[in-house]
Each structure stands twice: as structure tokens, then as C-alpha cells.
């Protein structure tokens, strides 16, 4: 039972251009979402995160954007750069012992 | 200084045997977690330990046993290796009590059973 899916396996997007990530959940008892970036050989790092209770935070580049109603949350890079080419996560906690439910991730590359 | 360094980075290892791999955080969390990526990219959580204790334990064979020294580590050792253990394991480190962080990663330990 998967219950954070990144539909899009890959996305590319040219250099400038907006990256949009897209993650759906089925947990309304998720109270925090993150999203990770990975490269290859190497383990995730953390991105952005946004809580329950808020629909938009933005960090520079970044934007996490959160419809509770859709149970859906998206990630915006804009610009996209060459070193934005990565595997991005979506993840979800729930409360209590805080765990932490990964998506499948979207491999982004963004083309120069 | 690396914040979760896990060892080996690579193990290669015949089915059947035993093996582990060691995990140290210098963050000061109290919280722990082994997490396994499959073949198919998913990344799904094994264990977690808060301050040495055991909280989360997901569905995993018993051959896989965790153990937590102390809270700045936590390894896990396999018995009897399988095929299907092959992956890459992730230990990474958060804190929970006083204030929650997200969790940091180590650099992986791909695990190839032949």
C-alpha cells in the first residue's frame, strides 16, 4: 500500500525553464511534507518542507505547493539549472513516532 | 566532517553469509533509521531508534537485526543473506524529542548477494 506516489517516473525541462514535481498521498493523517533531493552514489538531502496547516513555502528557487483537499503537493523550480538534475523525493511524516513514508521519486533532468 | 557516515560503502558478498554495516551520526540526534532501496527505487523505512530504544520495526525478516550502541550509532547486521537483500541501505538521523528535524542521510551501502 504506497501511500506517497510521484506518478512521473521523469521529467525534463530545459535550463531556465520551470521544473513542476508532482506527489499524491492517500494518509490524511500526514501532518508534514518534505521533499528530498538525491544524486547519484550519494544519499538524499533534504530540499523544502511544508506543513499541514499551510498551503505554499518557498526557499529561493523553491516552492512546495500543498492542496489538502486534493491531497496533492507539487514542487516548482524555477529557474531550472543543469545542477538541479537529480532524483527528487516526496515524503510524508505522520505524527506520534514521527516515521517517515517516501515516494518513488522523479528522476529531473534539465537540459542546457 | 561528515554529518552520517555509514560503512562499507559497497559490499559484495555470497548468499548465506552474515554480514553488517555500521552507521555513525555526529549530529547530536536522538533518533535513528535504516531505510532500504529496492530495485525499484522505493525507498521504504526498516528500523527506527529513539535514544537506543526501539520504536519503529516495519515488516522485515528476522535475519535483519538492528543494534543501537548508543544513540550516535546503529547498525545492522543480516544473517543468511538472500538474493533479494541486494539494495542500497540508507542510514540516516533526526531529532524527534525537543523540537523534530528532518532526517539526514548517510551515503548508502550498496549490498550486491551473489
Known amino acids: 500500500d504506497q501511500q506517497v506516489k510521484q506518478n512521473s517516473p521523469s521529467l525534463s525541462v530545459q535550463e531556465g525553464r520551470i521544473s513542476i514535481l508532482n506527489c499524491d498521498y492517500t494518509n490524511s493523517m500526514f501532518d508534514y511534507f518534505l521533499w528530498y533531493k538525491k544524486y547519484p552514489a550519494e544519499g538524499p538531502t533534504f530540499l523544502i518542507s511544508i506543513s499541514s496547516i499551510k498551503d505554499k513555502n518557498e526557499d529561493g528557487r523553491f516552492t512546495v505547493f500543498l492542496n489538502k483537499s486534493a491531497k496533492h503537493l507539487s514542487l516548482h523550480i524555477v529557474p531550472s539549472q543543469p545542477g538541479d538534475s537529480a532524483v527528487y523525493f516526496c515524503a510524508a511524516r505522520t505524527g506520534g513516532y514521527q516515521k517517515v513514508t517516501f515516494g518513488t521519486g522523479t528522476k529531473l533532468q534539465v537540459i542546457p | 566532517d561528515t554529518a552520517v557516515s555509514q560503512t562499507p560503502k559497497y559490499l559484495v558478498t555470497q548468499m548465506g553469509n552474515d554480514k553488517s554495516i555500521k552507521c555513525e551520526q555526529n549530529?547530536?540526534?536522538?533518533?535513528m533509521y535504516w531505510y532500504k532501496q529496492d530495485s525499484k527505487k522505493f525507498l521504504k523505512i526498516m528500523f527506527s531508534y529513539n535514544n537506543k530504544e526501539l520504536i519503529i520495526n516495519e515488516t522485515v525478516p528476522n535475519r535483519f537485526s538492528p543494534k543501537s550502541p548508543d544513540k550516535a550509532h546503529l547498525n545492522l547486521h543480516i544473517n543468511s543473506l538472500e538474493l533479494g537483500d541486494s539494495a542500497v541501505y540508507f542510514c540516516?538521523?533526526?531529532?524527534?524529542?525537543?523540537?523534530?528535524?528532518?532526517?539526514?542521510f548517510g551515503q548508502g551501502t550498496r549490498l550486491t548477494v551473489v
Open positions: 540516516a538521523s533526526s531529532q524527534v524529542g525537543q523540537g523534530w528535524t528532518e532526517a539526514f
Open positions: 549530529l547530536g540526534h536522538d533518533t
